[in-house]
Protein backbone atom coordinates (compact mmCIF):
# COMPACT_ATOMS: atom_id res chain seq x y z
CA UNK A 1 0.00 0.00 0.00
CA UNK A 2 0.84 3.05 -0.98
CA UNK A 3 2.52 5.85 2.09
CA UNK A 4 -0.77 7.74 3.21
CA UNK A 5 -1.07 11.40 1.80
CA UNK A 6 -0.67 14.24 4.35
CA UNK A 7 -1.44 16.44 2.26
CA UNK A 8 -4.50 19.46 3.21
CA UNK A 9 -5.23 21.35 0.31
CA UNK A 10 -5.37 20.76 -3.75
CA UNK A 11 -5.77 23.43 -5.57
CA UNK A 12 -6.72 22.42 -9.28
CA UNK A 13 -5.10 24.91 -11.80
CA UNK A 14 -5.12 25.65 -15.93
CA UNK A 15 -2.24 24.92 -17.32
CA UNK A 16 -1.88 27.82 -18.34
CA UNK A 17 -1.74 29.89 -15.19
CA UNK A 18 1.38 31.60 -14.03
CA UNK A 19 3.84 30.65 -11.85
CA UNK A 20 3.68 33.41 -9.43
CA UNK A 21 -0.01 32.82 -8.94
CA UNK A 22 0.92 28.78 -8.00
CA UNK A 23 3.39 29.88 -5.55
CA UNK A 24 1.56 32.33 -3.67
CA UNK A 25 -1.52 30.13 -3.13
CA UNK A 26 -0.11 28.57 -0.07
CA UNK A 27 -1.13 25.47 -1.41
CA UNK A 28 0.31 21.85 -0.26
CA UNK A 29 -0.22 20.67 -3.43
CA UNK A 30 -0.48 21.91 -7.04
CA UNK A 31 -2.57 19.81 -9.39
CA UNK A 32 -2.14 20.86 -13.31
CA UNK A 33 -5.92 20.01 -14.62
CA UNK A 34 -5.19 17.91 -18.10
CA UNK A 35 -8.97 16.93 -18.22
CA UNK A 36 -9.20 19.57 -21.27
CA UNK A 37 -8.38 18.87 -24.67
CA UNK A 38 -5.22 17.97 -25.66
CA UNK A 39 -4.25 21.50 -27.50
CA UNK A 40 -4.80 23.51 -23.84
CA UNK A 41 -1.78 21.12 -22.62
CA UNK A 42 0.80 23.19 -24.51
CA UNK A 43 0.52 25.66 -21.81
CA UNK A 44 2.18 23.19 -19.59
CA UNK A 45 4.70 22.22 -22.19
CA UNK A 46 5.61 25.98 -22.41
CA UNK A 47 5.89 26.74 -18.85
CA UNK A 48 7.80 23.61 -18.06
CA UNK A 49 10.54 25.54 -15.81
CA UNK A 50 7.67 25.80 -13.90
CA UNK A 51 5.91 22.70 -13.21
CA UNK A 52 9.84 20.88 -13.03
CA UNK A 53 10.57 23.50 -9.81
CA UNK A 54 7.42 22.40 -8.06
CA UNK A 55 8.04 18.58 -8.49
CA UNK A 56 11.40 17.99 -5.84
CA UNK A 57 9.03 18.91 -3.03
CA UNK A 58 6.28 17.06 -3.55
CA UNK A 59 3.93 19.57 -4.52
CA UNK A 60 3.29 18.88 -8.19
CA UNK A 61 0.20 16.56 -9.30
CA UNK A 62 -1.52 16.24 -12.37
CA UNK A 63 -5.32 15.61 -12.94
CA UNK A 64 -5.95 13.05 -15.25
CA UNK A 65 -9.10 12.54 -17.79
CA UNK A 66 -11.17 9.94 -17.09
CA UNK A 67 -10.70 6.38 -19.62
CA UNK A 68 -13.38 7.19 -20.96
CA UNK A 69 -11.82 9.72 -22.64
CA UNK A 70 -9.25 8.41 -24.57
CA UNK A 71 -6.57 10.63 -23.33
CA UNK A 72 -5.37 9.29 -20.03
CA UNK A 73 -2.14 7.30 -21.15
CA UNK A 74 -1.27 10.34 -23.25
CA UNK A 75 -1.39 12.42 -20.17
CA UNK A 76 0.37 10.21 -17.89
CA UNK A 77 3.00 10.15 -19.92
CA UNK A 78 3.14 14.13 -19.64
CA UNK A 79 2.61 14.05 -15.82
CA UNK A 80 5.91 11.51 -15.78
CA UNK A 81 7.43 13.61 -17.82
CA UNK A 82 7.88 16.59 -15.38
CA UNK A 83 7.99 14.21 -12.06
CA UNK A 84 4.32 14.69 -11.05
CA UNK A 85 4.71 13.21 -6.89
CA UNK A 86 1.27 12.01 -7.77
CA UNK A 87 -1.33 11.42 -10.06
CA UNK A 88 -5.33 12.06 -9.63
CA UNK A 89 -7.50 10.00 -11.89
CA UNK A 90 -10.72 11.62 -12.71
CA UNK A 91 -13.89 9.41 -13.17
CA UNK A 92 -12.33 6.41 -11.76
CA UNK A 93 -15.37 3.89 -12.42
CA UNK A 94 -13.59 0.93 -10.11
CA UNK A 95 -10.38 -0.56 -8.86
CA UNK A 96 -9.78 -2.15 -11.83
CA UNK A 97 -9.32 1.73 -13.81
CA UNK A 98 -6.57 2.40 -10.66
CA UNK A 99 -4.96 -1.41 -11.30
CA UNK A 100 -4.96 -0.32 -15.40
CA UNK A 101 -3.44 3.57 -14.61
CA UNK A 102 -1.00 1.31 -12.29
CA UNK A 103 0.76 -0.60 -15.46
CA UNK A 104 0.33 2.80 -17.69
CA UNK A 105 2.34 4.95 -14.83
CA UNK A 106 5.34 2.06 -14.82
CA UNK A 107 5.38 2.03 -18.88
CA UNK A 108 5.86 6.18 -18.66
CA UNK A 109 8.15 6.15 -15.59
CA UNK A 110 9.92 3.66 -17.14
CA UNK A 111 10.89 6.04 -20.29
CA UNK A 112 11.06 9.16 -18.41
CA UNK A 113 13.89 7.13 -16.14
CA UNK A 114 12.57 7.56 -13.11
CA UNK A 115 12.25 5.18 -10.51
CA UNK A 116 8.94 2.47 -11.29
CA UNK A 117 6.51 2.75 -8.41
CA UNK A 118 7.54 6.34 -8.09
CA UNK A 119 3.80 8.38 -8.62
CA UNK A 120 0.98 7.90 -6.13
CA UNK A 121 -1.81 7.48 -7.55
CA UNK A 122 -5.37 9.73 -5.96
CA UNK A 123 -8.74 8.15 -6.84
CA UNK A 124 -11.81 10.50 -7.52
CA UNK A 125 -15.03 7.54 -7.82
CA UNK A 126 -17.74 8.96 -10.42
CA UNK A 127 -21.54 7.69 -9.64
CA UNK A 128 -20.39 4.07 -10.41
CA UNK A 129 -17.36 4.39 -8.57
CA UNK A 130 -19.01 5.32 -5.41
CA UNK A 131 -21.33 2.49 -6.19
CA UNK A 132 -18.47 -0.02 -6.41
CA UNK A 133 -16.43 1.74 -4.11
CA UNK A 134 -14.96 -1.77 -2.01
CA UNK A 135 -13.50 -2.36 -5.50
CA UNK A 136 -10.52 0.62 -4.22
CA UNK A 137 -9.99 -1.31 -1.33
CA UNK A 138 -6.08 -2.79 -1.69
CA UNK A 139 -6.37 -2.25 -5.38
CA UNK A 140 -2.67 -1.19 -6.08
CA UNK A 141 0.39 -0.21 -4.11
CA UNK A 142 0.13 2.87 -5.72
CA UNK A 143 -3.28 4.07 -4.19
CA UNK A 144 -2.65 6.48 -1.75
CA UNK A 145 -6.05 8.61 -1.67
CA UNK A 146 -9.31 8.21 -2.52
CA UNK A 147 -11.95 10.82 -3.68
CA UNK A 148 -15.42 11.60 -5.20
CA UNK A 149 -16.60 14.02 -8.35
CA UNK A 150 -19.82 14.93 -8.80
CA UNK A 151 -22.01 17.86 -9.21
CA UNK A 152 -24.09 17.72 -6.49
CA UNK A 153 -25.14 20.29 -3.90
CA UNK A 154 -22.82 19.68 -1.44
CA UNK A 155 -25.46 19.62 1.48
CA UNK A 156 -28.33 17.04 -0.63
CA UNK A 157 -28.31 13.61 0.38
CA UNK A 158 -26.82 12.54 -2.53
CA UNK A 159 -23.78 14.07 -1.62
CA UNK A 160 -23.64 13.09 2.13
CA UNK A 161 -23.73 9.57 0.91
CA UNK A 162 -21.42 9.78 -1.89
CA UNK A 163 -18.87 11.15 0.57
CA UNK A 164 -19.64 9.01 3.76
CA UNK A 165 -19.24 6.15 1.34
CA UNK A 166 -15.60 6.96 -0.23
CA UNK A 167 -14.53 8.34 3.76
CA UNK A 168 -15.78 4.85 5.24
CA UNK A 169 -14.19 2.96 1.97
CA UNK A 170 -10.82 5.07 2.65
CA UNK A 171 -10.80 4.37 6.34
CA UNK A 172 -11.06 0.74 5.74
CA UNK A 173 -8.00 1.07 3.16
CA UNK A 174 -6.06 2.65 5.44
CA UNK A 175 -5.42 5.32 3.17
CA UNK A 176 -6.35 9.13 3.05
CA UNK A 177 -9.82 10.80 2.15
CA UNK A 178 -9.78 13.60 -0.24
CA UNK A 179 -13.38 15.88 -0.28
CA UNK A 180 -14.74 17.47 -4.08
CA UNK A 181 -14.20 20.65 -5.25
CA UNK A 182 -17.34 22.54 -3.99
CA UNK A 183 -19.37 25.23 -6.25
CA UNK A 184 -19.73 26.96 -2.85
CA UNK A 185 -18.89 30.54 -3.47
CA UNK A 186 -20.15 31.67 -0.05
CA UNK A 187 -16.80 31.60 2.86
CA UNK A 188 -18.74 30.66 5.52
CA UNK A 189 -20.93 28.20 3.90
CA UNK A 190 -17.18 26.56 2.79
CA UNK A 191 -15.82 26.70 5.82
CA UNK A 192 -18.94 24.91 7.54
CA UNK A 193 -18.25 22.43 4.32
CA UNK A 194 -14.68 21.77 5.52
CA UNK A 195 -15.51 21.41 9.33
CA UNK A 196 -18.08 18.70 7.99
CA UNK A 197 -15.75 16.92 6.03
CA UNK A 198 -13.03 16.59 8.43
CA UNK A 199 -15.21 15.49 10.67
CA UNK A 200 -16.36 12.95 8.82
CA UNK A 201 -13.08 11.47 8.27
CA UNK A 202 -11.68 13.43 5.14
CA UNK A 203 -8.06 14.75 5.51
CA UNK A 204 -7.67 17.66 2.79
CA UNK A 205 -9.56 18.74 -0.14
CA UNK A 206 -9.94 19.99 -3.64
CA UNK A 207 -10.56 23.19 -4.55
CA UNK A 208 -10.10 25.85 -8.03
CA UNK A 209 -10.63 28.62 -5.90
CA UNK A 210 -7.10 30.67 -4.85
CA UNK A 211 -9.61 32.19 -1.48
CA UNK A 212 -10.42 28.73 -0.84
CA UNK A 213 -7.12 27.72 0.35
CA UNK A 214 -6.68 29.64 3.88
CA UNK A 215 -9.42 28.03 5.06
CA UNK A 216 -8.84 24.20 4.07
CA UNK A 217 -5.41 24.10 5.68
CA UNK A 218 -6.90 25.85 8.73
CA UNK A 219 -9.61 23.91 9.20
CA UNK A 220 -7.73 20.10 7.94
CA UNK A 221 -5.12 21.56 10.36
CA UNK A 222 -6.73 20.92 13.59
Excluded at 17 to 29: L, N
Excluded at 106 to 134: F, M, N, W, Y
Aim: proline share 4%; aromatic share 6%; hydrophobic share 50%.
Amino acid sequence: MAKSLKIRSWLVVDPSVGAATVRSAGADAIVVDLTGPPESWNAATSLDRQWADLAPDGRLAFLLPAFSSGRTEAAVALASQYGAASVILSGARSGAEVQRLDVALRVAEIRAGLAPGKTQIVALADAAGILAARSFDHCSRRLAALGWEGSYNPFSDTARVAAATIALTSAAAGITAVDAVSPTVDAAAFLSECERARANGFSGKLCRSLDQVAIINRIFSV
